[in-house]
């Protein structure tokens, strides 16, 4: 979870909750820490190559700490069409592993109804063990 702080990540809940009508939906992707702490060890990782309208943007970036709070630093380079660097950004970013448990027990006391829980984009079932995200649906009753 991006919003780092349990008492940061329950007001965030709440304020979710109040904008959504009875039969509302809330969708909310977060890490499975026991498969993303595996990856964040200051390692630089390639994420992914992708062409856009001057050439191809690259993206790679490191991860340090996770106890719970996860630094990372993400660069992203243009090249033009024959391989040369344009320009290079670099994104610090904070996050927070929240274990399953927790968010859940958070989100209840939101007052959400836990709907589903996938473990992929493709809606797979969530597998603690293998799943790379936790990617929740409540609903507000």
Same mark, same amino acid.
């Given at each position: ?14 304020? @979710?909750?109040?904008?959504? @009508? ?17 990856? #964040? ?5 390639? !994420?992914?190559?992708?062409?856009? *309208?001057?050439?191809?943007? !690259? ?10 709070? #996860? ?35 958070? *989100? ?6 836990? *709907? ?26």
């Amino acid at each position: 979870m991006e919003i780092i702080g349990e008492e940061n990540q329950r007001a965030a809940l709440a304020a @979710v909750f109040e904008c959504l @009508v009875p039969g509302g939906r809330f969708i909310c992707t977060l890490h499975n820490p026991a498969i993303r702490r595996k990856q #964040v060890d200051g390692l630089l990782r390639f !994420v992914g190559q992708f062409p856009n *309208a001057n050439g191809t943007l !690259v993206v790679s970036g490191f991860e340090q700490g996770g106890n719970p709070v #996860v630094s990372r630093q993400q660069f992203f380079e243009f090249f033009d069409s024959d391989g040369r660097l344009l320009e290079k950004r670099l994104l610090q970013m904070k996050f927070a592993f929240v274990e399953k448990d927790e968010f859940e027990q958070m *989100a209840q006391d939101a007052g959400f109804r836990i *709907a589903q829980l996938y473990g992929s984009y493709d809606r797979a079932p969530f597998d603690p063990a293998q799943s790379p995200v936790m990617i929740w649906r409540f609903e507000k009753d």
